[in-house]
Each structure stands twice: as C-alpha cells, then as structure tokens.
C-alpha cells in the first residue's frame, strides 16, 4: 500500500514537472519579444547612463559627478523641491481618488460607469502642452481665479498664483490623478464579492468590512498609483517648465538645463540616474508601508 501511494507521489511530481517545463516554454516564448525590447531600448541605455554619472569625463574619480550634485546649492535646492512636490502631488491624489474610485467600482450601471471613467482619464487624452496653458488662463495675474476673487471682494489686489511651487503642483496633480484613480479601481475591482458578502454574514458592520477587507486588498492599487504618480511628478517637464519657469526650478528643468543649455553631460546624466533612484526608494517606501499597513 506504502509503495503504491510513494509510486503515485512520484508521478504527480513527474506529472507537475512536465507540466512546468512544457509550459514554462511556452511563457518564455510569449515574454521573448517584450524581454528584448526591454534589454535594448530600456536596461542597456540606463546602464550606460548609470555608467557615464559614475565616472567623471575629467578624470576626478569615481561619483564626483554625485558630490558635486549635492555640493551645489541649486541641485540641491531642485532635488528636495521635486520630492517635496511629488510627495504633496502623491498623497493629495490618493487623498482624493480613493473615494471616487470606491464611488466608481461600486457602480452596477455598466454604461454610467464608462463614462465617469472616460471624465477621468480625459486629461491624459489631451495635449499637454494645451492643457498646461489652459492654466494660465486660470491662474494668471488677471486669469479666472484672481477676477473672480476681485469680482468677490475678497482681495483687493490680483495676487501672484503663476510661477509658484502650489501651481506646479495643481498642474502635477491634474496630470496625474487619473493614473491613481484607474490603479486603485482596478484593485478594488478585482476584490472577490464574494469576501464583502462573508464579512458581513459574520456581523461586520460596513466600517468594519472596509477596514478589515476592502482597504488591505486595495492597497497594491494604492502602491502601484503612488509610483506611478510620483514618478510622473518628478520627471514630468512641460508642466514645471510652463507653470513654474525659472522661480520653480525642479530636476526635470535643471535637467533640460544642463543638457541642452550648458551642455554639461556629466550632471545629466548624474540628474537622470538620480530621478531614477529616488523613484525606486520611494517605490520601495510604499510598499513597505502596505506591509505594515495590511498587517
């Protein structure tokens, strides 16, 4: 009997492991085309990229390019106001989407619900070069905003709203909240009815159901919408470019600066790899957070 059930073991083994490589196969095959591109035009371009910040076309030695980043007031200056913003564009849009993602993936009414979802991601469907100058109208000395506080009497005088850090930041957050709100829908969406329906048989109140259920199997929407924002806030250039100009100098700018004005190669790239180091410590800060949250 033992050697009947140890001879049946060792087929499913066999059984799985033939499975696993058949299939296995037919995986690397489908992944092929997206690895390759990936290797050309994304991993071997970076590592060059990292490879030209470390060392120095002047022979000073190995990360030089890096203390002289940190060493110069502006980087500097650029560096934290990029991920004080991208932080502040990040949190207000989870602050602000979470809700109107629950509102939309609650909705049953299948033809509503595209349409609210078509709203949403209007802005990512329209040039934003346009859409960044739509702001100007807005937020100028004599825009709407300022006309309508005057026209209110609660200013006396149009106050500057342009080329400040809160307009870069309205402009980053209309960018990018659409990407925050289609990543936790899509969480939230892929949360099983049938889970909702159990905590509540158990006598959990709807509080307790979200808490305990519907938050923690949406946080890797959360997560996934953070990174994506805040690295689009970082990186974004036209609407830091056209909404800040110079008061507002950010590592997207300072980097077109250093590039294409002064030509100083070295501090770009050493920009570049930071903007792309920093999106990795914040992509792993979230994600430590989510840990903890959900335990």
């Known amino acids: 009997m033992d050697q009947e059930m140890e001879r049946d073991d060792n087929w499913k083994i066999e059984s799985f492991g033939e499975v696993a490589r058949v299939y296995g196969k037919k995986y690397v095959l489908l992944l092929l085309p997206a690895l390759v591109f990936l290797g050309v035009f994304f991993l071997v371009p970076l590592l060059i990229v990292v490879a030209d910040s470390i060392r120095s076309s002047e022979g000073e030695g190995i990360f030089f390019n890096y203390f002289a980043f940190f060493k110069d007031h502006v980087s500097r200056t650029a560096y934290l106001r990029s991920i004080r913003i991208g932080l502040w564009v990040t949190g207000l849009s989870a602050i602000i989407s979470y809700p109107t993602a629950l509102a939309i993936a609650s909705m049953s009414n299948r033809t509503l619900k595209t349409v609210f979802m078509t709203l949403m991601v209007l802005p990512l469907m329209t040039n934003p070069v346009a859409r960044t100058f739509a702001w100007l109208a807005v937020l100028g000395r004599y825009g709407l905003l300022n006309n309508?506080?005057?026209?209110?009497?609660?200013?006396?005088?149009?106050?500057?709203?342009?080329?400040?850090?809160?307009?870069?930041?309205?402009?980053?957050?209309?960018?990018?909240?659409?990407?925050?709100?289609?990543?936790?829908?899509?969480?939230?969406?892929?949360?099983?009815?049938?889970?909702?329906?159990?905590?509540?048989?158990?006598?959990?109140?709807?509080?307790?159901?979200?808490?305990?259920?519907?938050?923690?199997?949406?946080?890797?929407?959360?997560?996934?919408?953070?990174?994506?924002?805040?690295?689009?806030?970082?990186?974004?250039?036209v609407t830091p470019a056209i909404l800040g100009g110079s008061r507002v100098l950010m590592l997207s700018t300072l980097l077109y600066q250093k590039a294409a004005v002064v030509l100083d190669w070295d501090m770009a790239t050493t920009i570049a790899v930071m903007m792309f180091l920093t999106t990795l410590l914040i992509n792993a800060g979230l994600r430590f957070i989510g840990k903890v949250g959900r335990k």
């Open 148 to 237: 309508l506080l005057l026209s209110a009497k609660i200013i006396e005088e149009p106050i500057r709203m342009l080329y400040t850090e809160g307009a870069v930041l309205i402009g980053l957050l209309q960018l990018f909240m659409p990407m925050m709100i289609l990543s936790i829908t899509s969480a939230l969406e892929n949360i099983p009815e049938d889970l909702i329906l159990v905590a509540k048989s158990l006598g959990a109140s709807g509080f307790q159901t979200f808490v305990r259920v519907t938050f923690p199997l949406s946080v890797e929407g959360l997560i996934i919408g953070g990174t994506l924002v805040f690295t689009g806030s970082i990186t974004a250039y």
